[in-house]
């Protein structure tokens, strides 16, 4: 049986997380995207409760559900995906899985305060970087540079503040970071 966990965050704000590895063990054979997809679509059935949606993504590729209201946002990492709906407002989310590749790669995302405030630590690494995309995915245009327009504020357990800084959009955002086994959640609680 699949492991799913859906909870809700705020009244109208609600997560869910499926376990890709065990749903992959029911679907076998599909291809890596096509399974993302199945899992996207299961996961917003038990979230919704409904079958009576269609799930649609922009030519940015940022998903929306066709003649709802609702917001959401998905992310895929390994055996986890996640899902955010947010009932009144834009949302982001990210998962990542806990690795030491992202020390090779903080100097494409991190800006100078954020270099010296993570100081090689992992899983500050993987949590600023989470943020980063959890507010990149609000935007949901291509334009954005990780280091000059995002921007994560030094954070002492799981809230998180952020802003996206750019010449035609300046918001700031409050962002709540979870560990689920060994992952890194990071999602936007709402725009400050």
Same mark, same amino acid.
């Given at each position: 049986m699949f492991v799913i966990n859906i909870k809700k965050i705020e009244a109208f704000i %609600? =997560? @869910?997380i499926l376990d890709m590895a065990a749903f992959a063990a029911i679907k076998v054979n599909l291809p890596k995207r096509e399974l993302e997809k199945a899992g996207s679509l299961f996961l917003l059935e038990e *979230? +919704?409760? %409904?079958k009576d949606f269609s799930?649609?993504?922009h030519p940015t590729k940022k998903p929306f559900l066709k003649n709802r209201t609702e917001h959401i946002s998905i992310s895929h990492s390994h &055996? $986890?995906?996640? =899902? =955010? /709906?947010?009932?009144?407002?834009? %949302? @982001? =989310?990210d998962i990542e899985l806990l690795r030491d590749k992202v020390l090779k790669i903080q100097h494409k995302f991190l800006?100078?305060?954020? *270099? &010296? !405030?993570?100081?090689d630590d992992v899983e500050k690494l993987i949590t600023i970087w989470a943020a980063k995309e959890a507010m990149y995915k609000i935007y949901g245009l291509k334009e954005l540079d990780f280091i $000059?327009?995002? !921007?994560v504020q030094k954070f002492d357990g799981s809230v998180i503040f952020g802003k996206i &800084?750019?010449?035609?959009?300046k918001k700031q955002y409050r962002l709540i970071s979870e560990n689920i086994d060994d992952y890194k959640m990071v999602?936007? +609680?709402?725009? /400050?």
């Open positions: %609600t =997560i @869910g *979230m +919704l409760k %409904t799930l649609e993504y &055996d $986890k995906l996640a =899902i =955010i /709906i947010n009932e009144k407002e834009n %949302t @982001g =989310i800006s100078p305060a954020e *270099m &010296d !405030f993570a100081k $000059k327009n995002l !921007f &800084d750019n010449a035609n959009f999602y936007v +609680l709402n725009e /400050i």
